[in-house]
């Protein structure tokens, strides 16, 4: 970790030491996506100036873009009144935020009690990972 990182002590990380992080489009405010990060995650973020989340899937690091070339280059990072959320904004390079080839993950809206897909593909997950998407 960084030696100034005494900011991430006054994170409240949750019972299992992480933080939901979204991520914000710098230019037109656009919310893109939510995450999680670790004091890790986050600290390495600062220092290398790309998003990087922890994955509780695999549960190890996952720095945005490593497989889809889909980076998020840091542009200033915020912390909410609570001490409980962080906002990075971010350029999206590649446009493409989601793991389903969507600008953003919010491409659902709740339409009459069904969730209707508002935002089409542009890139198929195929084509960005090598594999269909699950």
């Known amino acids: 970790m960084s030696q ?29 996506m939510l995450a999680w990060m670790n004091r890790e995650a986050l600290d390495c973020t600062l220092i290398e100036g790309r998003a990087i989340y922890w994955s509780r899937s695999r549960q190890k690091l996952w720095r945005k873009g490593e497989e889809s070339g889909n980076v998020q280059e840091l542009e200033d990072i915020r912390l909410d009144c609570d001490g409980d959320t962080v906002l990075l904004k971010v350029r999206q390079l590649g446009g493409i935020a989601c793991h389903t080839g969507r600008r953003h993950c919010f491409y659902r809206r709740l339409q009459q009690g069904v969730w209707q897909v508002t935002d089409a593909v542009i890139k198929e997950p195929s084509d960005m990972y090598g594999q269909p998407d699950e």
Request: hydrophobic share 40%.
């Open 4 to 32: 100034q990182s005494q900011f991430l002590d006054e994170v409240k990380w949750n019972q299992d030491g992480l933080v939901p992080a979204i991520a914000q489009d710098s230019e037109n405010g656009e919310v893109l």
